[in-house]
């Protein structure tokens, strides 16, 4: 079992930033891939981010150039640092991990950028 628990989100102005983290507890020994995905109202969940062991990292094309996924070696925690932020990024965001193909996710955090 691995728990997830997510903090950063919040209230900011179109072409504002904020920082995303996610820590994971538990078996964390087996978690091959973090990631990031969102889910606004009305719409689907999606993939906003992801990083796998070994460092590959994949993007939406909606954050491109906007948004970094990070995962600092000495630390077991996932970070999102979202810049430019633009309204359409309002969604609740949700951390997941997958550990021996199982997949777990965190409570969300909330985004609402809006002026």
């Known amino acids: 079992q691995v728990q997830l628990v997510e903090s950063g989100g919040g209230f900011v102005q179109p072409g504002g930033s904020l920082r995303l983290s996610c820590t994971p507890s538990?078996?964390?020994?087996?978690?091959?891939?973090m990631a990031w995905y969102r889910q606004a109202p009305g719409k689907q969940r999606e993939l906003v981010a992801g990083i796998m062991r070994g460092g590959r990292i994949t993007y939406a094309d909606a954050v491109k150039g906007r948004f970094t996924i990070s995962k600092p070696h000495a630390e077991n925690a996932v970070y999102l640092q979202m810049n430019n932020l633009k309204p359409e990024d309002t969604a609740v965001y949700y951390c997941t991990a997958t550990s021996r193909e199982t997949p777990y996710w965190g409570q969300g955090t909330q985004v609402t950028v809006s002026s």
């Open positions: 538990g078996s964390i020994s087996g978690i091959s891939a």
